[in-house]
Every structure is written in structure tokens, then in C-alpha cells.
């Protein structure tokens, strides 16, 4: 039964049970047949048949009285009544030995001898009837005589052979019975005796299986089942200190099972605690991180709208940086046409001179300022190179736009200077071209080829301008995708501060359900 349900032991045990019982009821209620018919079968069988043998021997001296009686009384009355005595009789037997014959002929356990003894007594009973009738008939019609002498001759002898015949058979009738009785009484001891064994069995067996399924369940329960109830009902209520009795239970046992669930839920509970608790003080840390990184992306927006403002200011004065250069372009062309007619018109060198000379100090002063442009260009470019290095893979983009600008900053610069440069020496040729008006003629070649190259560098500056008007402009569109950029972030910053303060309230929650569990407390 180690390999069975505690439900098929149960069942098993039960349909033992209910087997035993079965087979205890129909040995009884065979027993019970048995003894009924043993006894219908001396009530109604030997003894009935003795009986009719008493009933036969009554009437047999009933009838010999009847006859006795005629032969010796006088009184017509009483030997009416003898009469009529002795007629009853001989009818009562002549009905007894019929049905006497018709039970020994149908009765199973009728044996030889009991026929035979019959036999003796029909036989007696058919010579003595015809006499006894024959002496009521002689008393009947007064011849007491012969009635006498018959009743003498005839009469007694065959009377006592019949009562002889009948005892015998009553002797016998009750000896058998007797044998029945005893017979009976044996087999009712007998069975009464593998009653009590098959009863002292099914209550052995009953018993064995009783203690064997309760020395299971005891086992595989571990304890009595109020007390599992009353530690899953502790459990159940978060009280998780330790399941009494648990350690000493059978291994397999489900008080042992409900101890280990015990120590493994304290154990989780445990961990559920300090998982929660970490993660509070996590989301407690990454709000706070969240709110600097806020601040400093909020910091950062505006420092971005700030430089955008600037790069707008640049990309205005690189514009007028630009027509300044188209401007000084269109001087150097006429200074040129001017210097071509200064061969035709000497007279006016002098005031040629001076507009050459405070158109020199125009272009010195816009070179100043193209200088001055291209190096603020330059360290706004080194600026926005930093900021895209901070921006990291969004940056990349906008460093390499930065990198041109400084480029063509660098560029601009040194063209400034060159031309500063030339600028500063065409006011020295034109200081002393204005001393030196006789020489004009001679210089004035180098004046035109002077101006010529200053003509084309104004171009370089003027398309340089140009360049750097469209590179500020794609820095003021990436600075103003990064504005874009930095607001967005600065929205994610905020949704990812709620979540992480709504993660913080969760793990609160969670850290206030844990501490509904009891647990025992660890020794120090």
C-alpha cells in the first residue's frame, strides 16, 4: 500500500470492509436458511409424522374403548355413544394413516426402516379395522357373544400388535428427530463458531486496516489535522514564525512541506523586502538625478537660445560682413577705372589720391572689421565645436559644420591681414604719391596692377564672406535642431522624474504589503 493514494488506501480499505461485511451476511443468511430448513424439516418432516403416529395410537384406543364399550354396556344410549366413539376413531385413523403414508411417501429424508415400520402398522391396521368393525357391527345387533368372543379371539392380539407397530414407529420417529435435534445443534455450534472466527477476523482486519491507514495518514500528515489547519491559517494570515512541531515531522510529511514553504516564504519575504527597500532608495536617487538633470538641461536650453541669439547677431554681421566685401569689391573696380584715368587726368591725381587715400582708411577700417568678425567667428566656432563635442552623437553634425566655420574664419583672417597689410601699403604709396605728384605717371601702372590684385582679393573676401554666411546660417539651423533637441530631452527628463517618483510610491506600497508578513527575528 506504499505506492497508493491516501484516497485508493481509503478505498481499498473501505471495500475490505464492506467485502468482510458482505461475506459475514451471506454466511449468516445461509446459516439462517440452513437452520430454517432443518428446522421446517423436523417440524414438518419427523416430527409432524410422529405426531400423526401419536394421533394414530390415540385413536386406536379410542376405537378399542368404542368397541370394549358396546360389548359390555346395556344402555342403548351408552352404546350409542360407544358406537359412534368407535366409529370416529376408526374414520380418525384410517385419516391419520393416509396422511401418515402420503408424508412418509413425499418426505426427502424418510429412511428404509421408517418405511418399513409403516408398513408394519398399515398392515396390522388393514387385518385389525375390518375386525373391530365387524365386532360394532355384532354388539350393534346384540349378539355380544360372538362379539366378545371375537373382540377375545381377534381383537386383542391384533390391537396390541398395532400399538406395538405404532410405538415402534414413535420409538423410532423420536429417536430420529432426536438425531435431528442433536445434528442440528451441532451444525448451529458449528457455525455459530466460524461466525465468531470469520467476525474475529473481519474485526481483526477491520482494526489492522484502521491502524495502518491512521499510522499513513499520521505519517503523511505529520501531526493532527487541527494543528496543519491552524498553521495554514497563521500562514494564510501572514504570520510566517516557524510551523511548531516542523522540524522533528517525517521528511515527507506535509507538516515537513508546510515548514519548508514556511522557511522558503521567509526567505522570499525576505528578499521581496530588501529588493523593495533598494528600490526605493534606487528611485529615490534617480528622482533626484532626474531633477538635476533637469535643472542642467534646463540650464542647457538656455544657454542653447542663447547662443542661438548670438549666432543670429554673427549671421547678421557676417551678412553686412558681405555686402561690406561686395562694396569694397565695387571701390577697388573704380579705383582701378580711376587709376586707368589717371594718365588722362593728372590734374586730378592729387584728389584721386586722397579718395584713394580715405577709401585705403575705409578699407582699413572694414578689414578691421572682417578681422574682427573672423576672429569672433572663430571663437564662436571653437564654442559650438565644444557644445557638439558635449552633445556627443547628435553634435557630430554640428562639429564638422564648426569646424568649416573656424576653417573659413581662419580663412577670413589671414586674407584680412593680407590685405591689411596691402591696405597699409597703399597709403604709403599714396602719402607719397601726394608728395610725389610728379612721379604719378611712373607709379601709376603700379597703382592699377596694385588695385588689380586688390580687386581680386576683395572677390576671395567677398565669396569667403559668402561662405561664411552660409555656414553660420547651417550653425544657427543645427543650433537650432539642438534647441529642439534639448527641449524634447527636457520633456523625456520630466516624464522620466514622474516615473521614477511614481516607481518610488510603488516600491512604498510594495515595502508597506511586505511588512504585513511576521516573520520570527533573526538571533543576534
Given at each position: 500500500?506504499?505506492?497508493?493514494?491516501?484516497?485508493?488506501?481509503?478505498?481499498?480499505?473501505f471495500?475490505?470492509?464492506?467485502?468482510?461485511?458482505?461475506?459475514?451476511?451471506?454466511f449468516?443468511?445461509h446459516?439462517?436458511?440452513?437452520?430454517?430448513a432443518?428446522?421446517?424439516?423436523f417440524?414438518?418432516?419427523?416430527?409432524?409424522?410422529e405426531?400423526?403416529?401419536v394421533g394414530i395410537?390415540?385413536?386406536?384406543?379410542?376405537?378399542?374403548?368404542?368397541?370394549?364399550?358396546?360389548?359390555?354396556?346395556?344402555?342403548?344410549?351408552?352404546?350409542?355413544?360407544?358406537?359412534?366413539?368407535?366409529?370416529?376413531?376408526?374414520?380418525?385413523?384410517?385419516?391419520?394413516?393416509r396422511?401418515?403414508?402420503?408424508?412418509?411417501?413425499a418426505?426427502?429424508?424418510?429412511?428404509p426402516?421408517?418405511r418399513e415400520l409403516?408398513?408394519?402398522i398399515?398392515?396390522?391396521?388393514?387385518?385389525?379395522?375390518?375386525?373391530?368393525a365387524?365386532?360394532?357391527?355384532?354388539?350393534?345387533a346384540?349378539?355380544?357373544e360372538?362379539?366378545m368372543?371375537?373382540?377375545?379371539?381377534?381383537?386383542?392380539?391384533?390391537?396390541?400388535?398395532l400399538?406395538?407397530?405404532?410405538?415402534?414407529?414413535?420409538?423410532?420417529?423420536g429417536k430420529?428427530?432426536?438425531?435431528?435435534?442433536?445434528?442440528?445443534?451441532?451444525?448451529?455450534?458449528a457455525?455459530r463458531?466460524?461466525?465468531a472466527?470469520?467476525s474475529?477476523?473481519?474485526?481483526?482486519?477491520?482494526a489492522g486496516?484502521?491502524?495502518?491507514?491512521?499510522?499513513?495518514?499520521?505519517?503523511?500528515?505529520?501531526?493532527?489535522?487541527?494543528?496543519?489547519?491552524?498553521?495554514?491559517?497563521?500562514?494564510?494570515?501572514?504570520?510566517l514564525?516557524?510551523?511548531?512541531?516542523?522540524?522533528?515531522?517525517?521528511?515527507?510529511?506535509?507538516?515537513?512541506?508546510?515548514?519548508?514553504?514556511?522557511?522558503?516564504?521567509?526567505t522570499?519575504?525576505?528578499?521581496?523586502?530588501?529588493?523593495?527597500?533598494?528600490?526605493?532608495?534606487?528611485?529615490?536617487?534617480?528622482a533626484?538625478g532626474?531633477?538635476?538633470l533637469?535643472?542642467r538641461?534646463?540650464?542647457?536650453?538656455?544657454?542653447?537660445?542663447e547662443?542661438?541669439?548670438?549666432?543670429?547677431?554673427?549671421?547678421?554681421t557676417?551678412?553686412q560682413?558681405?555686402?561690406?566685401?561686395?562694396?569694397?569689391?565695387?571701390l577697388?573696380?573704380?579705383?582701378?577705372?580711376v587709376?586707368?584715368?589717371?594718365g588722362?587726368?593728372?590734374?586730378?591725381?592729387?584728389?584721386?589720391?586722397?579718395?584713394?587715400?580715405?577709401?585705403?582708411?575705409?578699407?582699413?577700417?572694414?578689414?578691421g572689421?572682417?578681422?574682427?568678425?573672423?576672429?569672433?567667428?572663430?571663437?564662436?566656432a571653437?564654442?559650438?565645436?565644444v557644445?557638439?563635442?558635449?552633445?556627443g552623437?547628435?553634435?557630430?553634425?554640428?562639429?564638422?559644420?564648426?569646424?568649416?566655420?573656424?576653417?573659413?574664419?581662419?580663412?577670413?583672417a589671414?586674407?584680412?591681414?593680407?590685405?591689411?597689410?596691402?591696405?597699409?601699403?597703399?597709403v604709403?604709396?599714396?602719402?607719397?604719391?601726394t608728395?610725389?605728384?610728379d612721379?604719378?605717371?611712373?607709379?601709376?601702372?603700379?597703382?592699377?596692377?596694385?588695385i588689380?590684385r586688390?580687386?581680386?582679393?576683395?572677390?576671395?573676401?567677398?565669396v569667403a564672406?559668402?561662405?561664411?554666411?552660409?555656414?553660420?546660417?547651417?550653425?544657427?539651423?543645427?543650433?537650432?535642431?539642438?534647441?529642439?533637441?534639448t527641449?524634447?530631452?527636457?520633456?523625456?527628463?520630466?516624464?522620466?522624474?514622474?516615473a521614477a517618483?511614481?516607481?518610488?510610491?510603488?516600491?512604498a506600497?510594495?515595502?508597506?504589503?511586505?511588512?504585513a508578513?511576521?516573520?520570527?527575528?533573526?538571533?543576534?
Amino acid at each position: 500500500m506504499k505506492g497508493l493514494s491516501i484516497k485508493k488506501q481509503l478505498m481499498l480499505a473501505f471495500a475490505t470492509l464492506v467485502a468482510a461485511v458482505v461475506l459475514v451476511s451471506v454466511f449468516s443468511l445461509h446459516n439462517l436458511a440452513a437452520a430454517d430448513a432443518r428446522f421446517n424439516g423436523f417440524f414438518h418432516g419427523i416430527d409432524t409424522r410422529e405426531s400423526m403416529a401419536v394421533g394414530i395410537r390415540i385413536d386406536a384406543n379410542r376405537r378399542a374403548i368404542g368397541v370394549r364399550d358396546m360389548v359390555i354396556v346395556k344402555d342403548s344410549i351408552d352404546l350409542e355413544a360407544s358406537k359412534k366413539m368407535a366409529l370416529d376413531a376408526h374414520v380418525a385413523i384410517g385419516l391419520h394413516l393416509r396422511e401418515l403414508r402420503d408424508a412418509v411417501a413425499a418426505a426427502p429424508d424418510a429412511m428404509p426402516r421408517e418405511r418399513e415400520l409403516l408398513g408394519r402398522i398399515v398392515e396390522v391396521e388393514e387385518r385389525y379395522g375390518p375386525v373391530a368393525a365387524r365386532i360394532v357391527e355384532l354388539a350393534a345387533a346384540g349378539k355380544r357373544e360372538e362379539a366378545m368372543e371375537a373382540m377375545s379371539r381377534d381383537c386383542r392380539p391384533l390391537l396390541a400388535k398395532l400399538l406395538t407397530a405404532v410405538r415402534e414407529y414413535t420409538d423410532y420417529a423420536g429417536k430420529a428427530g432426536g438425531e435431528v435435534a442433536t445434528a442440528s445443534t451441532a451444525q448451529y455450534e458449528a457455525q455459530r463458531r466460524w461466525l465468531a472466527l470469520i467476525s474475529l477476523g473481519v474485526v481483526g482486519i477491520a482494526a489492522g486496516l484502521g491502524w495502518l491507514i491512521t499510522r499513513r495518514l499520521t505519517t503523511a500528515l505529520g501531526t493532527e489535522p487541527a494543528q496543519l489547519a491552524a498553521a495554514a491559517n497563521r500562514i494564510s494570515g501572514g504570520d510566517l514564525r516557524p510551523v511548531e512541531g516542523a522540524v522533528s515531522a517525517p521528511p515527507d510529511s506535509v507538516l515537513a512541506s508546510m515548514g519548508a514553504m514556511q522557511s522558503q516564504l521567509v526567505t522570499l519575504i525576505g528578499q521581496v523586502r530588501g529588493s523593495a527597500d533598494e528600490i526605493a532608495i534606487a528611485s529615490t536617487q534617480i528622482a533626484q538625478g532626474n531633477n538635476d538633470l533637469s535643472a542642467r538641461t534646463e540650464a542647457q536650453a538656455s544657454a542653447i537660445e542663447e547662443t542661438a541669439a548670438s549666432m543670429e547677431q554673427l549671421s547678421a554681421t557676417v551678412r553686412q560682413n558681405a555686402d561690406n566685401a561686395q562694396h569694397a569689391n565695387q571701390l577697388a573696380r573704380n579705383a582701378s577705372e580711376v587709376a586707368t584715368r589717371g594718365g588722362e587726368v593728372v590734374g586730378q591725381v592729387v584728389e584721386t589720391m586722397r579718395g584713394i587715400n580715405d577709401s585705403s582708411r575705409r578699407i582699413a577700417d572694414i578689414i578691421g572689421v572682417i578681422d574682427s568678425i573672423a576672429f569672433q567667428t572663430n571663437i564662436l566656432a571653437l564654442n559650438a565645436a565644444v557644445e557638439a563635442a558635449r552633445a556627443g552623437e547628435q553634435g557630430r553634425g554640428f562639429a564638422v559644420v564648426a569646424s568649416e566655420v573656424r576653417s573659413l574664419a581662419s580663412r577670413s583672417a589671414g586674407a584680412a591681414k593680407e590685405i591689411k597689410q596691402l591696405i597699409d601699403d597703399s597709403v604709403a604709396r599714396v602719402e607719397q604719391g601726394t608728395g610725389l605728384v610728379d612721379q604719378a605717371g611712373a607709379t601709376m601702372t603700379e597703382v592699377v596692377g596694385a588695385i588689380r590684385r586688390v580687386s581680386d582679393i576683395v572677390g576671395e573676401i567677398s565669396v569667403a564672406s559668402a561662405e561664411q554666411s552660409a555656414g553660420v546660417t547651417q550653425v544657427g539651423e543645427a543650433i537650432t535642431q539642438m534647441d529642439r533637441a534639448t527641449q524634447q530631452n527636457a520633456a523625456l527628463v520630466e516624464e522620466s522624474a514622474a516615473a521614477a517618483d511614481s516607481m518610488r510610491q510603488q516600491a512604498a506600497d510594495m515595502v508597506g504589503a511586505v511588512a504585513a508578513f511576521r516573520v520570527a527575528h533573526a538571533p543576534s
